[in-house]
């Protein structure tokens, strides 16, 4: 990932931070359309799209295709290998919702409870807890990303794009040791 990508993450969460000192929101015109507020590196000639308030202030670049792509997300990608470990055995069956937030692994959970009907054996939802089995013995858990959890091994994971990065370094990469960016998806 490009240095200026990295920097200009690292503005919107500065931003957010003051943004949420002073109790501020950004709104006006330039949000109206739903296009955002561009953010120009000079330095490198770079321009990001910053999303309204109400879309927590997503940030998205133009690739080559000139199609939108959203810049913590590809941030989270980048930190995972396209080459296969060859000793993973059966931790592809273990899937890992790596959220904080108890309503997205509930829609995720929900999607593949629906999705998959006929081979869910096992489905319980609680506080603080959701996991849901298949009949091949793939097993999808929510997990919050904290120290406690640390020590889960995953094959397969859905990542929280809103995780702080230093939280994604130091406790989601290593649950995620054995996973590649075809078996990450970000949420």
């Given at each position: 990932?490009?240095?200026?990508?990295?920097?200009?993450?690292?503005?919107?969460?500065?931003?957010?931070?003051?943004?949420?000192?002073?109790?501020?929101?950004?709104?006006?015109?330039?949000?109206?359309?739903?296009?955002?507020?561009?953010?120009?590196?000079?330095?490198?000639?770079?321009?990001?799209?910053?999303?309204?308030?109400?879309?927590?202030?997503?940030?998205?670049?133009?690739?080559?295709?000139?199609?939108?792509?959203?810049?913590?997300?590809?941030?989270?990608?980048?930190?995972?290998?396209?080459?296969?470990?060859?000793?993973?055995?059966?931790?592809n069956k273990r899937v890992g919702i790596i959220t904080n937030n108890e309503s997205k692994a509930d829609i995720v959970?929900?999607?593949?409870?629906?999705?998959d009907r006929d081979n869910v054996v096992h489905y319980r939802v609680g506080k603080d807890y959701s996991k849901l089995?298949?009949?091949?013995?793939?097993?999808?858990?929510?997990?919050?990303?904290?120290?406690?959890?640390?020590?889960y091994k995953l094959g397969k994971a859905y990542i929280d794009k809103d995780i702080d990065t230093e939280i994604l370094?130091?406790?989601?990469?290593?649950?995620?040791?054995?996973?590649?960016?075809?078996?990450?998806?970000?949420?």
């Amino acid at each position: 990932m490009k240095q200026s990508n990295i920097k200009v993450l690292e503005f919107r969460k500065e931003l957010k931070k003051l943004l949420k000192k002073y109790n501020y929101l950004l709104y006006g015109s330039t949000f109206i359309d739903e296009e955002g507020i561009n953010i120009l590196d000079e330095g490198v000639e770079e321009t990001f799209s910053m999303k309204p308030y109400y879309s927590d202030y997503e940030l998205y670049k133009v690739d080559e295709n000139n199609e939108a792509v959203n810049l913590r997300k590809e941030y989270i990608l980048s930190k995972f290998s396209i080459e296969q470990h060859s000793d993973i055995g059966n931790l592809n069956k273990r899937v890992g919702i790596i959220t904080n937030n108890e309503s997205k692994a509930d829609i995720v959970l929900n999607y593949i409870h629906l999705k998959d009907r006929d081979n869910v054996v096992h489905y319980r939802v609680g506080k603080d807890y959701s996991k849901l089995t298949l009949k091949d013995g793939t097993h999808y858990i929510w997990i919050t990303p904290t120290d406690y959890n640390r020590g889960y091994k995953l094959g397969k994971a859905y990542i929280d794009k809103d995780i702080d990065t230093e939280i994604l370094n130091n406790i989601v990469l290593p649950m995620c040791s054995y996973c590649t960016r075809d078996n990450i998806t970000v949420i």
